[in-house]
Each structure stands twice: as C-alpha cells, then as structure tokens.
C-alpha cells in the first residue's frame, strides 16, 4: 500500500516562504509525474506545479515565477519552495503522483494536504 504524507505546511508573513515535502511509503519503485496542487475554499484543486519522472516541470499561473519543485527520484520525494507568499496563495496544499502504467495498485495517489496560510 502506497500513501503519501506531505509537511512543511504552517503560518507565514505576506513575503515569506514555505518549503513543502512530500514522501511515500514503501520502495522499489519509480512514479511517473508528481505535482502540488492548490486546494482554495472553493474545493477546486488548482495545479501548482508538476515534475516528471525525467525532470520537465510545468507550472500553473499561481507560481508566477516565485515556486520551485524539484523531486528525489531515488527517494519518491517532491518538494515545492514557495517564496514571497502572498494571501491568494493560502489554501490547503496536496501531492500528487502518477504511477508508471501497470506498475502499482493504482494509477494515481494523492496525499491528505498540507495547510499554508499566510497572514500578517
């Protein structure tokens, strides 16, 4: 059973920054694409950013040049350094992964949100 478990969500000052993690459990594998996505009280999920298993990242318009994702192929890691926050950016904050086709149980996993708020 594969989970994944994001962290390094908190309470940030407009200008600050957040560095979030976000791992999974077991071994022996390789995902495909992974992402963060941005959940707003609205409940949409909006994607923030995505990385590929062979490094090709895309971005979603609320990165605007101010977040990088970067993963740990190695580690089934992905992490998103967020900087200069501002309020538009608070929302709940999920990791997605992307199994290779017939390689896991399933063919997409999504972790249970990291809460990024950012207020003065």
């Known amino acids: 059973q594969v989970q994944l478990v994001e962290s390094g969500g908190g309470l940030v000052q407009p200008g600050g920054s957040l560095r979030l993690s976000c791992g999974a459990s077991?071994?022996?594998?390789?995902?495909?694409?992974m992402g963060w996505y941005r959940q707003t009280s609205g409940g949409q999920r909006e994607l923030v950013a995505s990385?590929?298993?062979?490094?090709?990242?895309g971005y979603g318009d609320s990165a605007k040049g101010r977040c990088t994702i970067s993963r740990d192929n190695a580690k089934n890691k992905v992490y998103l350094q967020m900087n200069s926050m501002q309020p538009e950016d608070k929302g709940g904050y999920y990791c997605?992964?992307?199994?290779?086709?017939?390689?896991?149980?399933?063919?997409?996993?999504w972790g249970q949100g990291t809460q990024g708020t950012v207020s003065s």
């Open positions: 077991g071994s022996g594998f390789t995902f495909n694409a």
């Open positions: 990385i590929t298993r062979g490094g090709t990242i």
């Open positions: 997605k992964a992307d199994a290779i086709a017939g390689k896991l149980d399933r063919d997409e996993y």
